[in-house]
């Protein structure tokens, strides 16, 4: 397991302030990004939903149409900001998630799009997990009422660094995916992502720090910010937790952006010490990374 980090790499989590305005939205994400770039870091990434207010009345309104790839601008002004902001960066860019209609059959998808420092497209993760709960006196959401699932697990190389897997907030509450990820040989696991004041409080914090203390690698989860008017009231606290799960950085509700280094002696030193990597006991159970698995290098 040596090596999944080849070298140290600064990563910004940017906790946007998003509205009802994309074009504006657009042009806010491109001005933080070169702000966390101008620090000197090297991943940033940007929160689910991070042109548009969150709400599955939302998602028909501002969806982008993305296939064939590359869209027109037209067809998708994110992705053309995502890509410049990219390239004019020179920085890898988790491109947080956004509404996604797929023109031949009318399906719309929660869809982060990954980006190279020349503007490349690296990876497409379409959220596997919808966001179905109902707690009474708390929160009911369906997403399921206008989204379609992904059906694959995303791992991206960033090739100076290695591989990140990039999954959307629900899919932090599903240990196998971040599993299998890990397994596969990822660094970290990104998850852009909109918890709420009901289960923000109760997991997010929680399921960062499991979710890199099962699989030993840097976990980092980062949120839309706060908008006390908006009907959907983001959590906010992205943060980055490190293998033991110890939390490096975490944010307030507000605009803000949360910087970690992050390193792969870390990584080694963890495994090293509790060497649960090598204690597993695949005769007992299986190994869910092995056999039927749908992922995407
Ligand atoms: O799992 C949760 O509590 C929140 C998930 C969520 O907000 C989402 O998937 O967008």
């Known amino acids: 397991m040596a090596g999944l980090l080849k070298k140290p790499v600064k990563i910004a989590l940017v ?6 305005d994309k074009p504006h939205n657009l042009l806010h994400a491109r001005q933080k990004v070169l702000e966390a770039a101008s620090t000197g870091a090297q991943i940033v990434v940007l929160p689910e939903c991070f042109n548009s207010p969150y709400g599955t009345t939302f998602f028909p309104t501002y969806a982008e149409v993305l296939l064939p790839s590359p869209p027109t601008e037209a067809q998708s002004p994110s992705y053309h900001a995502l890509s410049s902001i990219a390239k004019e960066a020179n920085i890898y860019l988790i491109g947080g998630s956004i509404p996604e209609r797929e023109e031949s059959t009318g399906k719309l998808y929660n869809t982060s799009l990954t980006f190279s420092r020349d503007g490349s497209l690296l990876a497409t993760h379409r959220k596997v997990h919808l966001f179905d709960i109902d707690i009474p006196g708390g929160i009911t959401f369906k997403e399921s009422e206008v989204l379609s699932p992904g059906n694959k697990i995303t791992i991206v190389d960033f090739p100076e660094y290695g591989k990140v897997a990039v999954a959307i907030c629900y899919d932090i509450r599903f240990p196998e995916l971040a599993m299998v990820a890990a397994r596969k040989g990822a660094f970290a696991l990104v998850y852009p992502g909109a918890f709420n004041t009901t289960t923000g409080p ?12 099962d699989n030993q690698v840097y976990v980092a989860l980062c949120s839309p910010a706060r908008d006390e008017e908006a009907g959907y009231k983001a959590w906010g606290h992205s943060l980055v937790a490190d293998p033991l799960g110890k939390v490096l950085g975490e944010a307030e509700e507000g605009e803000e952006i949360i910087y970690a280094e992050l390193s ?5 030193k963890t495994r090293k010490g509790i060497p649960v990597y090598t204690q597993r006991r695949f005769e007992v159970y299986p190994d869910v990374s092995e056999g039927k698995v749908k992922y995407e290098e």
């Open 202 to 213: 109760l997991h997010w914090r929680l399921l960062g720090q499991g979710r890199a203390v």
């Open 264 to 268: 792969g002696e870390e990584i080694e």
């Open 15 to 20: 906790q946007l302030a998003s509205g009802a």
